[in-house]
């Protein structure tokens, strides 16, 4: 009897407890439904793309100067093979006469021995006396023969001495063509620089004995020289007007100015560049402040070529395909065919659109579109200028 009662209680609790649950289950629902409905229905419209971003710059044609950058060897304008024009004995060298030396226009660079030339002189200017002597004699007798044939109806130019005296006149001329010959000879024994020059080698020595124009040596001019440099074909469009002063010439810290001049005529055989000739004034610094530069050394020159107006200066990565992209007014991309003009360093220059109120992209989307709607945000990218780093 005490088990019934046991197992009726059991029934009744469990029974309680699964009604308990169920309570609280049904609450739970209800609360969830009343909160459920108490919100705000979500907005279920769907958030429309936005554009790709670009990066973009104010397109701006400008004149821009074009500059070349050459290089090339110094060399001599002018070199001279010295000798004297008459034979003898060298008798004197001036000190600086040797090679690497450095004279002045007019030093005196050698003399011969002077002893037989001016013996010369001193003979011819006796001839000349003798001569000058037989001429008033001539005269004197012409005069004698004039009075007195004066009252002769026929005379003779023999008679009055007139060829006597012509021969005596021309004897006069030569002794004095024969004395300004000696007197020449003598001053050829004395042998002067011809301009500012570096002597380039010397061939003879003291007490060597000379024939006619025997070489002496080689001077070359420093009164100014060439810089032979090589022009590529594209570049020779953008060269000046030649010729063309305010050329930059350097090497290392040592800073020159110089003149385009001229072109050589010549084509290298094996590059084809033409060649063209700087020319620099006083390059060893003789008459100036300036630092020297040698012949033999390898120099840099800037030269100024010519504007070329309404072209846009970019650096070369934004031409793809010859290409350039654009961005017009209503944000939309725009394909321009970049004429090409000129390449330098890392940029080129090209012709500028007809529409100013584009703007230049700098940095495209991934898969770019003619027409594709863009939105351009902050661009800090500026336009390449010569020297800057990409």
Same mark, same amino acid.
């Given at each position: ?16 407890s ?21 919100k ?34 110094l060399?001599?304008?002018e %070199?001279? /093979? ?6 003898g ?32 002189v ?9 001569a ?19 009252r ?16 005596? @006149?021309?004897?006069?001329k030569?002794?004095?063509? %024969? ?25 003879t ?14 001077l ?9 440099v090589?022009?590529?074909?594209? /570049? @020779? ?24 001049? @001229? ?13 063209y000739?700087?020319r ?57 065919p970049?004429?090409?003009?000129? @390449? ?14 584009y ?32």
């Open positions: 009897m005490e088990s019934n009662k046991n197992k009726s209680s059991y029934h009744q609790l469990k029974r309680r699964l009604a308990l649950l169920l309570v609280v289950l049904l609450g739970g629902s209800a609360c969830v439904a009343l909160v459920t409905l108490a705000t229905p979500k907005d279920t419209k769907v958030k429309q793309a936005q554009p790709p971003r670009v990066s973009s710059t104010p397109l701006v044609p400008t004149d821009y100067q074009t500059s070349l950058h050459l290089s090339g060897v060399k001599p304008a %070199q001279t /093979d010295i000798a004297f024009e008459l034979p004995k060298i008798a004197w060298l001036n000190d600086a006469f040797i090679e690497g030396g450095i004279v002045h226009k007019g030093a005196l660079l050698a003399r011969l021995n002077a002893f037989d030339y001016q013996t010369q001193l003979n011819k200017q006796a001839e000349l006396a003798l000058k002597a037989h001429l008033s004699e001539q005269l004197a007798l012409a005069d004698v023969a004039k009075k007195e044939w004066a002769s109806a026929h005379v003779t130019e023999l008679a009055l001495r007139k060829p006597q005296v012509a021969s005596a @006149r021309a004897r006069l030569a002794a004095e063509a %024969q004395l300004a010959q000696a007197q020449k000879n003598l001053s050829r024994t004395h042998y002067y620089a011809p301009y500012d020059a570096l002597i380039a080698k010397r061939d020595g003291l007490g060597q004995v000379i024939k006619a124009g025997q070489p002496l040596g080689q070359v001019n420093l009164h100014y020289g060439e810089l032979h090589p022009v590529a074909n594209f /570049d @020779r469009p953008f060269l000046p007007q030649l010729p063309a002063s305010g050329v930059t010439v350097s090497a290392s810290e040592i800073t020159r100015t110089g003149t385009l001049t @001229r072109h050589t005529g010549q084509l290298s055989d094996t590059t084809r560049m033409a060649y000739v700087i620099i004034d006083d390059p060893y610094a003789l008459h100036s402040d300036d630092q020297p530069v040698y012949f033999g050394q390898f120099l840099h020159a800037h030269v100024a070529g010519v504007t070329l107006k309404n072209v846009l200066k970019v650096p070369q990565e934004w031409v793809k395909n010859d290409t350039l992209w654009l961005m017009n007014p209503q944000h939309r991309l725009v394909q321009y970049a004429k090409i003009l000129r @390449r330098e360093q890392s940029s080129v220059l090209i012709v500028a659109p007809p529409r100013t109120d703007q230049l992209i700098t940095h495209l989307p991934d898969y770019p579109q003619t027409g594709m709607l863009v939105r351009s945000g902050t661009d800090h990218t500026q336009l390449a200028s010569k020297g800057d780093k990409q």
